[in-house]
């Protein structure tokens, strides 16, 4: 158990359609899940997949778990005896995809990466199995402990406890000691470890009689994830705002985490739960591009395809002493704010920071250092690369679910996600250059062009005088209709 000074809140706003938790520090919101009930997260399922395409070229097959799209195995994450192979030998990452697997072939596999954009879910043979102080590894024989458990003699007791508990040495299973053992009693160790082998054997059953394709074990509903994965010693309280899943939450609890059991409270306010901390004007603030630092510097954050990139300015921060200082203490609050903003838009994979260039070594030093510190508290992986020649920050977040903002939001309909629209001016050109080519194509007495109300001021009003020497050249009059419905970029020219 680490010491602290700040307190922490869980938030669990519950309705028919979606659950959302908002993780709550010293009164700021720092992370935030949302669950909906027609798109459930797959992370963690176990399914009965069936091998429906081999590819060498990528060392990876496509596996039919049932889904819309096929999901990815690559061949890394295969750990299966294959029938091909000599008995008992166990395939790892180093054998070919064709050695591995064949079509056709059914196998137990698990998600760790949801569908992403117009990428199918990835899998893992390596199947886990996770409660509240161990992971279960049904194909492997080792034990590891967490590296955030750092005292060598609670890491020995833990191994040790572990140990005695495993009482089939013909067939010993892996298992993980995770972080929130650190403390846990025998007792509290051993309901874990029973726990997990009784659902290993059920899994184990219902895989043996379920068809290729269909789901085997389902995660827990986000609420009871929440739970297991983050509440531990440094959790003071957690409001839950739902009757019904308050019920569930303590008989969870119960089972697996009765130390909890003072912390977890029924909300009953008349206030919805997501008021107390000004949350939802939180979340719409972190789907804007531009995030207010409290000196007056701001960020803006760009979430693209292949990255994030997260640029830095001083904004209307001008110091007290010399410019120098300004830039040092602006990418200083900065650090601070990125790695909030990274938890709270739970953006993932390659991300590219631009701090304020700075002139002295040791300014980049404590920029660097006060970053990698702070991104101790994230619960995502991340590695963090030194500044380059260019004075950019490479670095990478672990992403298996999709950000805040895809969660939330779709691409503008009326940009396509470009975030930029042709302007009045542009649209007008287009549109004389269709007007020139259907007046050629199509024999007409006039033609009709139904556009934008902005596009047709213009047309009419600053382009008036081109309109006039257009209509002189073609040899046609040109009427026009303000279509409400079309957009900016929209237009049509029709020959009557």
Known sequence: MHNRCMSEEILINVTPQETRIAVVESGVLHEIWVERNRKRGLVGNIYKGKVSRVMPGMD??????????????????????VEEMPEGTVATHRESIGRLLHEGQELLVQVIKDQLGTKGARLTTHVTIPSRYLVLMPSGSNMGISSKIEDEAERARLRETVQRLITEPQRPRGHIVRTAAE????????????FLQKLWVTISERAENAPAGSAVYADLPLALRTLRDLVGYDVDRVQIDSREIFCKVNEFIETLAPEMAGRVEHYRGERPIFDLYGIEDEIQKALERKVQLKSGGYLIIDQTEAMTTIDVNTGGFIGHRNLEETIFKTNLEATQCIARQLRLRNLG???????????????????????????????????????????????????????????LCEPCGVCGGRGLLKTAETVCYELFREIIRDARQFESEELLVLAAQEVIDLLLDEESTSLAELEEFIGKPIRFQVEQLYTQEQFDVVPM
């Open 349 to 407: 994979g390659i991300i590219i920071i631009d701090f304020i260039d700075m002139t002295q070594d040791e300014h980049k030093r404590q920029v660097m250092r006060a970053l990698e510190k702070v991104l101790e508290k994230d619960h995502a992986k991340s590695f963090v690369s030194e500044i380059s020649p260019l004075g950019l920050v490479a670095m990478t977040r672990k992403r298996t679910r999709e950000s805040l903002e895809h969660v």
């Open 60 to 81: 990876a097959a496509f596996v039919d778990i049932g889904l819309e799209k096929a999901a990815f195995l690559h061949a890394s994450d295969v750990a299966i005896i």
């Open 183 to 194: 403390g846990a009693n025998e007792h509290a160790l051993a309901r874990d470890f029973e």
